[in-house]
């Protein structure tokens, strides 16, 4: 509250007059402007680092999984080789989450049809909570579709679901509801800014030990935990509101010391037909047939290695180091070559530059992007091309095998 006296005086007479105005929306919009100020500043360090560390990282998975196929690897070998892959796959998800919460990562937005999709989290969300909490899922009876990335948003799910298991050591009630609701013209919005259209409302409240007045503010924030040391990162829940601002999505929490917290998620709504929630391409075989890819990255542990697992899949491999040289290998035959993975961020001819000049003088090229940075608006429309896919650095040998074949079995 701020509290403001005045006096005057008028024909010989004293006057006092005294106003009372409510700070708290102000104050929480400051809290919210200071808060996307802090994680501006932590997503550009994020976007400097993401690209070198991932390329560290990915060739180490490669390598590790490429030892994991010799055949007569001692036991102790491979289970050496398994801890080096799951360390490396730690440390690429700590890179995701920064990217997340950063709101720099990879998305996939489309019509997605969030009552199926909850129904879908409702039964892994079955397994994976204790018998303790008793998990409590509304619908409601209407189809709700949002304009969202099903595995961002099985992300942010997860790590609510978890986040209120941790609050309820002892168990108690875990509650998902989902709902409609449009904000007419006039009509105040829970968020200074927030258009005045149809939203698809996310709400996930539990009854554990709730949240101090004093760390309310921070939940959002990196590195911001209440645990034990070594029980938690911090980056949890700044990765979910990352990730819902990136959907161009709002979020609130409110919680109770000792009666629990409810987070509260707004999506836009989406009018177009829907596909399923967790829908997943998958390929009867990811070998290949001796196909021809023509491999064009920069960093060279990172290219010889991404080769060598082409080479194990049963394809045929032509390295270049550089954007202008790959489109000369390219335009000396055009019709062996079935496929082009390609680095997105080269010195002196990016990936999107190179699938430009090639894509105007041959109609039937494939490329698949390889990133390790944070994407920008112009990638993002040239990966919704048909002949155009991208895999974000780090990836498995099964993800780039499994991404190869899907290009290669589209039609010209």
Known sequence: MELALSAWEVAGRAFLSASIRDLSEAKQALRRAQLQDRLAAVGQLAAGIAHDFNNILGTIMLYSELLLRFEGLPPKEQVRLNTMVQQAKRGANLVSQVLDFSRRSVMERSAMDMTHFLKEMNELLSRTLPETIRLEVDLGDKRLVANADPTRMQQVIMNLALNARDAMPDG?????????????????????????S?????????????????????????????????????????????????????????????????????????????????????????????ETILVVEDDEATREAVAEILKSLKYQVISATAGKQAMEIYDRDPDGIDLVLSDLVMPDMGGRALYEVLSQKYEGVKMLMMT?????????????????????????SQSVARKVRELLAHRN
């Open 172 to 196: 108690g009630e875990l509650h998902i509801r989902l709902d409609q609701i449009e904000f007419q013209p006039g009509q105040a919005t829970p968020f200074q800014g927030m258009p005045r």
């Open 198 to 290: 149809e939203w698809v409302r996310l709400r996930v409240s539990d009854t554990g030990q709730g949240i101090t007045s004093e760390d309310l503010p921070h939940v959002f924030e990196p590195f911001f935990t209440t645990k034990a040391p070594g029980e938690g990162t911090g980056l949890g829940l700044a990765q979910v509101y990352g990730i819902v601002k990136q959907h161009d999505g709002y979020i609130d929490v409110t919680s109770e010391r000792g009666k629990g917290t409810t987070f509260i998620i707004f999506l836009p709504a989406s009018e177009r037909q829907a596909g399923s929630g967790l829908a997943y391409f998958s390929v009867e075989a990811e070998h290949g047939a001796g």
């Open 372 to 396: 390790g940075y944070p994407l920008g608006v112009d990638t993002r429309e040239l990966l919704d091309r048909r002949k155009v896919a991208w895999l974000q650095k780090p990836f498995s």
